[in-house]
């Protein structure tokens, strides 16, 4: 006999996904800045930063990171500039994770990938319109995961952060710690136990 308790979180996710979708559908045909005009490769494929399609299905996030736009590579797989390749971010992330039970998203002040041009070969600052065209994003995905805590990760994600009178952290671009050499330095463990200050406040710690 299933429970009411399973059944309930079936229909919640079920949910959850109905939401994402129609995020998904919005942000993937938006045309309200010029940076639309270079999201679409040769072979018809979007290259919008932000592929709601690969969003976690989760909810009630303990934490939203939102980070700085991309290079050539993170744009090419559809990530955020810090989720999948800062080696700063990921091992902090992995340490901490040591230390509290969390949930995480990550996102960008803008949707699309900042292409210099439709040659798509070199990214740039996105244009100050996108950041407005695109604060409706972060408030959208605010209310889809309902994040207990906000976290710039760039200077650009603060801004945007602050125009939109959201209460948030900062954190350092962890791309910066790791050019200036990575985990042996006096920034990542800084930024390493930022972090965990950060956490303490609304995830619960692991005990041992």
Known sequence: MVSFTAVDAVVKRNQHLKVLAEYHEKWVECKNCPLHKTQMSNCGEHTRLLNPELLPVIWDVDVLFVANKPDNIDAVLNTPMVSGRSTAFKAAL??????????????????????????????????????????????????????????????????????????????????????????TTIEFKKFYLQLLEILGTVCQKREG
């Open 94 to 183: 992995k340490r901490a994770s040591q230390k509290y039970y969390f949930t995480h998203v990550v996102t960008a002040p803008v949707v699309c990938t900042p292409w210099e041009d439709s040659s798509r070969s070199k990214i740039v600052d996105p244009p100050s319109e996108a950041f407005t065209q695109c604060s409706d994003h972060i408030l959208e995905l605010i209310a889809i995961y309902k994040p207990k805590k906000i976290v710039a990760l760039s200077t650009s994600a603060h801004k945007q952060l602050q125009k939109l009178k959201l209460e948030h952290s900062c954190l350092t671009d962890p791309h910066t710690i790791d050019n200036k050499g990575g985990l």
